[in-house]
Every structure is written in C-alpha cells, then in structure tokens.
C-alpha cells in the first residue's frame, strides 16, 4: 500500500514567517504534487515535480516555493506566509504517464492545515 | 479558467437510492478521469478511475460513465449508503498534471 506521510497535520504560523511544510512518499514514485484545498474552490494545484530538482509550476504558485532533493521527499516553501495562505495543504505522488502502470492514481497524505495569524 | 467543473455544491440521497454526481470538463486533451472521496481532515481517497478510450469502468458500487463528445462524466453510487457522505472530486489528467474540481458534498439520508 502506498504511503504519504505529511510531517505535520497541523501547524500555527506568523505572518511573515518562512513556513516548511514536508511530505514523503514510500513507493518510488516519480511524480510528486502540493495541493491546496479551501471551501468552494476544490483542490487548486500549487507545484508539481516529475523527478528530482524538478519542478513545474501548478495553477497558483505565487508565494510558494518547492524543493525536491531526493526521490522520496517533496517540501513546499511559504517564503514569507500571509493570511491568505492558510488552508489544507495536500501532497500527493503517483507513477508517471510513460511507467508500465500507465493510469495510476494520484495518492494523498492525510494533510497539514496551516493557520497563518 | 475553470477545466474541470462540477456544477452542484452539494446533493442529497436516500439511503438505498442511486447517487449520480456530474462532472463536466473543457479540454479534450485529458486522457484519463478519476473520482475521489474526501471526509473532513482527511486526504482524498482514489475511488475509480476511467481511460479516455473507455466509455465505462464498474468497480462494485461505484460506475463511471464517460461521454468524450458531451465532455462530461458521472459517478453513480448504487445502492447510496451512510458511509457513502463525503465531499466528492472529480479528475481529469493532461500529461503528468491532474486538475481537480471543485467537489461535490454528497448526504445521505437515512
């Protein structure tokens, strides 16, 4: 069964404060997502990563971002968080289009909800 | 610019009846659908999928109907049970990149 761990499910900041949240994933996949997921607008892709030290930007990255080190490990960055950016934050990882297993699904971690005062 | 679109809120069922959540979508490069059911402090769990050249995938309760020429796919839930109250996400992949909806808050009633 595959495994994403968010190392925290919640977390109180600043504003103003560099926030890190991490996510790891257990199965040697290849992509890696940070989602976030606020009443009335879904979940709104932030970055994605297709391999190590890569990264794509998602639909709203402003203010956010990422680093991916090893395989395993996807961290989201909040340089200087703000109000606005609290939320669930999800990650998720899946295997890539071009894998054998063409259509996999995304898997989730259980979430961080971020409170930003 | 919205994608993936799920036009209701929120939807109420009785328990026994079939549930029929909607999804709509823009881009007909997708490839591949998926659903997910999400409970409060939760992270969203997979529940079925369907590949753009199918028009059906059936997994106990749950089926998706796909229709490529309408843009539009639908998750039925037969028979709707208690545990079955979620919020529920319809989505869609363009490359490695999956686009999610807004959800749909499914109830139901006993």
């Known amino acids: 069964d595959v495994k994403v761990t968010q190392s925290s499910r919640y977390l109180v900041k600043r504003t103003g404060e560099k926030v890190f949240l991490e996510c790891v994933q257990d199965?040697?996949?290849?992509?890696m997502f940070w989602y976030r997921q606020d009443p009335g607008l879904g979940l709104r892709l932030i970055y994605f990563s297709y391999d190590v030290k890569m990264k794509e930007k998602g639909d709203i990255p402003e203010g956010y971002s990422v680093s991916r080190e090893k395989k395993e490990r996807f961290s989201l960055i909040l340089e200087s968080a703000s109000t606005n950016q609290t939320s669930m934050y999800l990650c998720?990882?899946?295997?890539?289009?071009?894998?054998?297993?063409?259509?996999?699904?995304?898997?989730f971690g259980n979430g961080t909800r971020l409170t930003v005062t | 610019d919205q994608q993936v679109k799920q036009n209701s809120p929120s939807l109420s069922v009785q328990e026994g009846r079939i549930s029929i959540l909607n999804c709509d979508y823009t881009n007909s490069m997708f490839d591949y659908f998926l659903w997910y059911k999400k409970y409060p402090a939760e992270g969203p769990t997979f529940l079925i999928s369907?590949?753009?050249?199918?028009d059906k995938n059936e997994d106990g309760r749950f089926t998706v109907f796909l229709n490529k020429s309408a843009k539009h796919l639908s998750l039925h839930i037969v028979p709707s049970q208690p545990g079955d109250s979620a919020v529920y996400f319809c989505?869609?992949?363009?490359?490695?990149?999956?686009?999610f909806g807004k959800g749909t808050r499914l109830h139901i009633l006993p």
């Open positions: 998720a990882s899946s295997e890539p289009t071009y894998s054998s297993s063409y259509n996999s699904p995304l898997h």
């Open positions: 369907i590949s753009s050249i199918k």
């Open positions: 989505a869609a992949r363009i490359d490695d990149k999956i686009i």
């Open positions: 199965m040697d996949h290849e992509n």
